[in-house]
């Protein structure tokens, strides 16, 4: 027979058994386990309390007992370090009919919880049978010595305010849905810890109970979330007011709150199942140290029901904070909480009381990192350290919510719209940390070395290390240092450890570096880069020793006008040959040659060592090289700027050649200058622009663009830069400048200067929906190589008021085919790479959901000049 599993609630003390009972268990069930509580003795539920002192050093432990005791009783009660040791063990007495006991226990200065350091005490309670020594219940707890308090307007733990550098959660998996094995949530909240994620908020409901006891273990800080939204009244109520689509969100609460919080959070009606929500989370997850507040919900508007949630649960547990964004003026809760607020506002709202403020300032969500984002991370991150008041926040969200789909043979992470669902949020749903598969996107490789609990910088020959843990030194960490000369290839020319001070939590110290890292002195300019690496020294429960927790880096050479990357293998020179037809100019020269149309003023072919350094034309006349503003939408585009790029006619620039002319015809050098009108059709604006080519006599093309914005002309642009059409056989890139994952201009902060080397294909990023990606910034120069190693090389030569460096991308996919793509698996990919050497490339923002780029990331539309040089190259 099988294993019964039989749940009794009631039950004997064991000291006798009902004979009918008896007969029923022994008598036809022989494999019956009973999971089961004694009837007249019992513990029905506990709640653990730590008390810290004045010094934050010894301790209260605080034990209530909720009973069922119709008998006189005692039970016994150990607490052990984790190391075993006994630090209590005494018998209490539990008196007849009285259904709460409270005990309390002086702990000599236990070993703190916080989240970096998570040390567990083992609770044990042993019920006795009345009149007996025999354990009839046992009630097992792990507990944290901490004490939360808000001290001058800050959330502190154990004396000391916290910076939150948390995530949204929601419970996902991309084959079971909302059913999240347990060694999967494991694995979410190590990959946080490796990110230097340090909180973490149960978005919008209280989690699995083993989520928190992984939190207690591992050390995050928690914000338990009561289930509670009403986001759909929302629309009820905003929708018949018509309010404009840019009305910042603060603005529209004014105008929708009240009135929607009439429905539920307003009405007497709901105040018992508003409260109840409530009384369930609390009673439940009350006895876990990683918990630090409550949350009454999610936008749930703001009612006197949220006002009965807010008493109970301070008069059950008066010493956590709690919080509720929806309350817009803090009249309960205990901090201030906003969504997405622009850095000036949030800024604002940190300064407006000064120093001296009783209430934080937490953003509940912010960040939104939905598909190509979030931008903006490292201006966030220095409002939060420069404003007391601001204790940081979570990004909008961890993960994407994809559910892995196969249709048609295809398979790929369904989203809202993909089940025939309706109503459905389509995208909105992908705009996590991590893929539906829950690896990390480059938003999370952003954000890890962003909130980076360690800052570096060097002041003069010293190296200053800031360290920004709030508990903890920095004795756990080792460092180490490497200085490489880039130009042509990288050349390490030092390296070595780095010895460490100690250096306390929230103190700074000044080390000084290796005198030889500083005497390293380049006669050719090329450039010397000083990189320093902190490691974990020692293992941990969410990483092995080695760990990267940052890094930073900083050139030690050169000034501007001084760099140099570096001399290529020589290319022989000679004279060239100018032919030149009613159609055409071509000019030959030593293994190379150029052709231009004379009716389109447009480069068409280019030969070198005998194979087509650009694509092979489709026609004679076909262009390969033009000028390029446009770019696929990222999500936050589309929400945002690509409407009105796309009202503007960027998304379909044709030039129109004005003239066409030939100034220098060799043999040394050949000068073409090539006017042209890029415009929208229909529309009355467009860039007049001057294109100069120069072909030297070793094959080496320059490309001078002059630009002049006439008419009506938008006010921003998504990039300026040009176009090539590569040849099919280039198949990898070697560049010099930020990598070795894609990078825009306020989304950089993760990639290093270096030399990288990828194939064209890795450079994609594959979001799973399909948008604008793979970009580099900062570059010095790029080489695109075909399997022999024969290539082409870009360098950039700023014009007045341009960047120092330039950007680009090798794509394999067209905008327009990224723009309509729902998956990967609908992409159809270009039959040669597009080849974007960009002046200029706009920021991603998160304006999806917060604030877009901010004007010094966007791309002014305004006269240019800038200069591309593209040579014959070679991969050593």
Known sequence: MNRLIVNVYQWCDGSYIEDQDQWWLSGIFRDVHLICFPSKVRIEDIFIKTELDGDYRDAKLHIELNLTINEAAEAILSLRSASGFSIINEKIKLSANKFRSSHEFSVANPTKW?????????????????????????????????????????????????????????????????AVPLAYMRRDLMIMKQHNINALRTSHYPANPKLYELCDELGLWVMDEADLECHGFYDAVERPQNLPPDMDYEERKKYTFDKAAKFTSDNEDWKTAYVDRMVQ????DKNHPSIIMWSLGNEAFYGRNHVAMYEWAKSRDPERPIHYEGDVNAASADMFSYMYPSIEKLVGHATEEGDDFEKPIVLCEYGHAMGNGPGLLEDYQEAFRSHRRLQGGYIWEWSNHGLLKTEGGKQFYAYGGDFGDLPNDDTFVMDGLLFSDHTPTPGLTELKKVIAPVRLWIEGNKLVIKNEFEFISLSHLIADFKVEVLGIRPDRVLSGPIQLPHIDAGTEAKIDLPEEIFALHRPDGTEVWLT??????????????????????????????????????PIMSSAITAHETQLHYRFIGCDFHFNFSRSRGALVEWVYGGRSVLKKRETADDPLLALGFWRAPTD????????EWKRYGLDAMTPQLRSFTLEDNGPERVRLTAVYYYS?????????????????????????????????????????????????????????????????????????????????????TPYEVPQENGNRTSTRWVKVLNEQGLGIKATYLPGPNEKEFFQWAACLHDAKVLEVARHPCDLVERKEPLWRLDADNAGVGTAACGPGVKKEDQVECREREFTFVLEPAIDF
């Not at 609770?123 to 944290?144: D, F, H, M, Y």
């Not at 006008?561 to 290529?568: A, L, N, P, R, V």
């Not at 936050?636 to 409407?643: G, L, M, R, V």
């Open 114 to 178: 916080t989240a970096e350091t998570p040390h567990l005490y083992s609770l044990e309670i042993n019920l006795l049978a009345p009149n007996s020594e025999r354990s009839i219940q046992t009630v097992k707890q792990r507990v944290g010595f901490r004490s939360v308090e808000i001290i001058k307007g800050n959330i502190s733990v154990n004396g000391k305010p916290l910076l939150l550098r948390g995530v949204n959660r929601h419970d996902h998996h991309a084959l079971f849905g909302r």
């Open 281 to 284: 989370m609390v009673e439940r």
């Open 532 to 569: 320093i690496d902190f490691r974990l020294g020692v293992a941990t429960p969410w990483a092995e020793a080695g760990h990267s927790i940052t890094w930073y880096q900083t050139r030690l050479s050169a000034k501007k006008d001084e760099y140099s990357y570096g001399i290529e293998r």
């Open 636 to 643: 936050n585009d589309a929400a945002s700027i690509s409407k």
């Open 680 to 764: 929208p059709s229909i529309l009355a604006w467009g860039f007049l622009a001057k294109v100069t080519y120069e072909i030297s006599s070793t094959g080496k093309l320059s490309i001078k663009v002059n630009l002049t914005p006439q008419g009506n002309a938008p006010t921003t642009l998504p990039r300026v830069g040009i176009n090539l059409q590569l040849d099919p056989s280039f198949k990898q890139a070697t560049w010099y400048g930020l990598g070795p994952g894609e990078s825009y201009t306020d989304k950089a902060t993760s990639q290093q200067i270096g030399i990288w080397n990828s194939t064209i294909a890795h450079l994609q």
